[in-house]
């Protein structure tokens, strides 16, 4: 039997939901990241309100 490794998120950076552009530059800044090869998607964090773009992370 293989051992499957845990993944959690690492937040590479955060976007208030307030801002006029709303989503805009965390969309821009996780294209950015995956334009450089890091698999990075932006989600919302509904207690901190702010968008926060991740990439998951796999532990041993």
Do not use: K
Request: aromatic share 6%; proline share 8%.
């Amino acid at each position: 039997m293989t051992a499957i490794p845990a993944q959690t998120r690492t937040v590479l950076e955060r976007f208030p939901a307030g801002h006029p552009r709303g989503s805009w530059p965390a969309d821009e800044y996780a294209a950015a990241q995956r334009a450089q090869g890091t698999e990075a998607r932006v989600v919302m964090d509904l207690d901190s309100d702010q968008f926060l773009v991740v990439t998951n992370t796999t532990h041993p």
